[in-house]
């Protein structure tokens, strides 16, 4: 009998917070799902633990399936794509927005 039987709302009986909880969510997933299947489309297969199609298909289980394939699903890149070629100030160090480097000469 202290039971109480949970109804779905209809989104004309959310207060205005809720809708934008729902929304923002919603928008989150929809990012989360795209970044991750764009990733997943340019990173070629030797870089992806496990069949590419396995994490397409887990980037729609809300937002855990996108969450999962960025922490679990991604190997490194190869060390050599990582790291700069020159050995000058500016692969060292950062540039200011005129282009100036600020680092240390290397080598």
Request: hydrophobic content about 40%.
């Given at each position: 009998?202290?039971?109480?039987?949970?109804?779905?709302?209809?989104?004309?009986?959310?207060?205005?917070?809720?809708r934008?909880?729902?929304?923002?969510?919603?928008?989150?997933?929809?990012?989360?799902?795209?970044?991750?299947?764009?990733?997943?489309?340019?990173?070629?297969?030797?870089?992806?633990?496990?069949?590419?199609?396995?994490?397409?298909?887990?980037?729609?289980?809300?937002?855990?399936?996108?969450?999962?394939?960025?922490?679990?699903?991604?190997?490194?890149?190869p060390?050599?794509?990582?790291?700069?070629?020159?050995?000058?100030?500016?692969?060292?160090?950062?540039?200011?927005?005129?282009?100036?480097?600020?680092?240390?000469?290397?080598?």
């Amino acid at each position: 009998m202290g039971w109480n039987k949970r109804t779905k709302k209809k989104w004309a009986e959310l207060s205005g917070g809720q809708r934008v909880g729902v929304v923002i969510t919603g928008a989150i997933q929809i990012t989360l799902q795209a970044l991750a299947l764009r990733d997943l489309a340019k990173r070629p297969a030797e870089q992806v633990n496990g069949p590419k199609f396995a994490w397409a298909g887990a980037t729609f289980i809300n937002t855990i399936g996108p969450i999962a394939y960025f922490l679990l699903g991604r190997r490194a890149a190869p060390d050599q794509a990582r790291k700069g070629s020159g050995s000058d100030a500016s692969s060292a160090g950062l540039k200011t927005a005129t282009g100036v480097s600020i680092g240390k000469k290397l080598g």
